[in-house]
């Protein structure tokens, strides 16, 4: 069937059915009004985003000598105090160096003390002139070098001994051990790098939740905000804290944008446990105890074709008006508005609470004749909204 005789058809039919809806004599059509009543609220706003349950504090214990791990003293959730012995490694081989050190020292001083006698037996007799300054001058020099060595053997002892001590591995924080990379009996090499051994948790009462907050909505997004969050791991508890930095570095992943915001997350029941993942609800704008009404109040306009017999529609000049329904007329109120969350706008001046204001309608009108109002008509774009979740206010009007 060609195309435009399907189009014909329609239209056809469209306008059959406009002529039998103007046209249809004095057969009554019921228009449904909906409304919201003006109440006291909380608008607020807000933007989502999923972030990661991790300590404030940790730290990732090593060891700067190589060796075998010769004693674990603490497992996975070891409770451990700074200072504590947690691990060692094997003293054969640093002992032994250390020993070797000592020797050369031992040398060292043996030889200082040699040139020392032997430089002092010169100076006497470079003064009585009896040797030559060249000899003189070796001595001086082969007393200084002796001394050189004595100290660059004092150093190596220490070197050696430090490495010893580096065998001892101690926690460098109170906390709870989270992770563990070795067991005994394992090599560890410390040539280029630091091999991990524990990580430790500082204060596992006390959390954070590092989310990635998209860049279209890191403006709104303020140190300080009340955040709520929830885990997959307690699905029925909201868990509650504070923005407490938004980090300047952005992270770019497939194009997407994101900046790092560190919230607070108070643990004291131990629910929280590292690695859990947040789904972040961050307040942008919180407003408490003001008048609201729907935005659909706002945008409502009514037709002639709502009217019941001899109703008539009062209009006023504002630009800014909510609709509503005095016995058969549809009067407007001129009102005022302050902020707006995209589902509630407030109303500051004209209006007060209580008031029931008009938000749509519905009747037997065929759905193109409605003029986009209510929500029988679904060619019509609904209130803009943001990218991310909206706050809904809190005592919104229910619709009647």
């Known amino acids: 069937m060609n195309k435009k005789v399907i189009i014909g058809g329609v239209a056809a039919v469209a306008v059959v059915a406009l002529a039998g809806f103007f046209f249809s004599g004095k057969k009554e059509r019921k228009v449904s009004f909906e409304t919201a009543t003006i109440v006291n609220t909380t608008i607020s706003s807000s933007v989502t985003a999923t972030g990661t349950i991790e300590p404030v504090t940790s730290v990732t214990v090593g060891t700067q000598v190589s060796g075998i791990v010769s004693h674990l003293y603490v497992d996975y959730n070891s409770v451990v105090k700074k200072g504590q012995v947690i691990a060692e490694l094997d003293k054969t081989n640093l002992i032994s160096e250390l020993s070797t050190q000592k020797a050369n020292l031992s ?170 993942t947040a789904n972040v609800t961050i307040v942008t704008q919180e407003k408490p105890n003001v008048l609201a009404a729907p935005v659909a109040a706002l945008r409502f306009a009514p037709l002639e074709t709502m009217l019941e017999p001899e109703g008539k529609i009062i209009d006023c000049d504002s630009k800014t008006k909510v609709w509503v329904k005095e016995g058969k007329d549809l009067k407007a109120i001129a009102v005022k508005t302050g902020v707006s969350n995209g589902a509630l706008t407030e109303i500051t001046e004209g209006i007060s609470a209580g008031k029931e204001v008009l938000t749509g309608f519905s009747s037997g009108m065929p759905m193109m004749m409605q003029g986009g109002q209510g929500n029988s008509n679904p060619f019509m774009p609904g209130p803009p909204g943001r990218r991310n979740g909206q706050g809904q206010g809190q005592g919104q009007g229910a619709s009647k």
Do not use: C, H, W
């Open 107 to 276: 040398s060292a001083e043996s030889k200082y003390a040699y040139q020392k006698t032997n430089f002092e037996r010169y100076q006497k007799l470079f003064d009585k002139g009896l040797v030559s300054a060249d000899d003189f001058e070796n001595a001086k020099l082969a007393y200084l070098q002796a001394e050189e060595s004595v100290n660059t053997a004092k150093e190596s002892v220490r070197k050696a001994q430090t490495n010893l001590s580096y065998a001892t591995i101690t926690s460098p924080i109170d906390g709870v051990v989270l992770s563990k990379a070795v067991e005994e009996g394992q090599t560890v090499a410390a040539s280029f790098n630091t091999p991990e051994l524990f990580t430790i948790a500082q204060d596992l009462t006390n959390m954070q939740v590092v989310a990635d907050v998209d860049e279209a909505d890191i403006a709104d997004v303020k140190q300080g905000a009340r955040v709520t969050f929830t885990v997959d791991a307690y699905p029925d508890d909201v868990f509650e804290g504070k923005v407490t930095q938004v980090r300047q570095s952005a992270t770019t992943t497939n194009n997407v944008v994101t900046y790092e915001v560190v919230i607070s997350a108070p643990n004291a029941d131990l629910k929280l446990k590292p690695g859990l």
